[in-house]
């Protein structure tokens, strides 16, 4: 059990490491959905952080509820999805290459 959870932690430390704050990086760059519109009456409530350590599918049912009225709008359920992220997944998910995610 021990090797498992120290297994998990180098795991959890892998997916930081990299993370070098002193390049210069573009916005067009980091945005994972540029060009997004969201209307002035869409109002995102506070989402249950997710950090890893609880069930994903849970958290993404719960997610999805949240923004229910937006179901259908693929770049505004990636652009709002980091608000219910924590820790080192929200790392992770900040440093996905915008040029693969499909839109």
Known sequence: ?????????????RAIEG???TELVL?????????IVVSKEFRVLDFVKYSG?????THLQS???KIAEMIHNDKVLIYFFQ??????VLSWYM?????K???
Not at 1 to 13: C, F, N, P, T
Not at 53 to 57: D, G, I, Q, R, V
Not at 83 to 88: A, G, K, N
């Open 1 to 13: 059990m021990y090797h498992d959870k120290s297994v998990a932690i180098k795991e959890r430390l």
């Open 19 to 21: 993370n070098n704050l």
């Open 27 to 35: 916005t067009t760059e980091v945005c994972l959905v540029p060009n």
């Open 53 to 57: 350590l609880e069930c994903l599918n």
């Open 63 to 65: 997610y999805y509820n």
């Open 83 to 88: 608000d219910s992220l924590t820790r080192f």
């Open 95 to 99: 440093r996905l290459d915008n040029t």
């Open 101 to 103: 995610i499909k839109k």
